[in-house]
């Protein structure tokens, strides 16, 4: 049974930084690209980030690119997002997603795997 499984969230003021991470059991991560996307109330999911089964191929939404930093440990089966200056607009329950396909996407709809999500929010 392959398993997602996100932790990290929280409360944070603007300009603050989280760092969530995803667990991944039942498959190995090394075959797979994987992703960050999320959802804000009332809000169609959206695509966050993404990365290569090797880690050397990124891609970022353009609001996210040089605040937020994608990565993963594929000998601990575990994907990461920094997320640093944080704005209201961050707010959102943040999933983790899995790609059978070794190629990068920003589509959510190419991803077969998701976790159940973390929340972020971005308040002061």
């Known amino acids: 049974q392959v398993q997602l499984v996100e932790s990290g969230g929280g409360l944070v003021q603007p300009g603050g930084s989280l760092r969530l991470s995803c667990v991944v059991s039942?498959?190995?991560?090394?075959?797979?690209?994987m992703a960050w996307h999320r959802q804000a109330p009332g809000k169609q999911r959206e695509f966050v980030a993404t990365i290569s089964w090797s880690g050397l191929s990124t891609d970022y939404a353009a609001s996210e690119k040089g605040r937020f930093t994608i990565t993963r440990d594929n000998a601990k089966n575990t994907m990461y997002l920094q997320m640093n200056s944080l704005r209201p607009e961050d707010t959102a329950v943040y999933y983790c997603?899995?790609?059978?396909?070794?190629?990068?996407?920003?589509?959510?709809?190419?991803?077969?795997?998701w976790g159940q999500g973390t929340q972020v929010t971005v308040s002061s």
């Open positions: 997603a899995a790609r059978r396909s070794v190629g990068i996407s920003i589509y959510t709809g190419d991803y077969e795997y």
């Open positions: 039942g498959i190995r991560v090394s075959s797979n690209t």
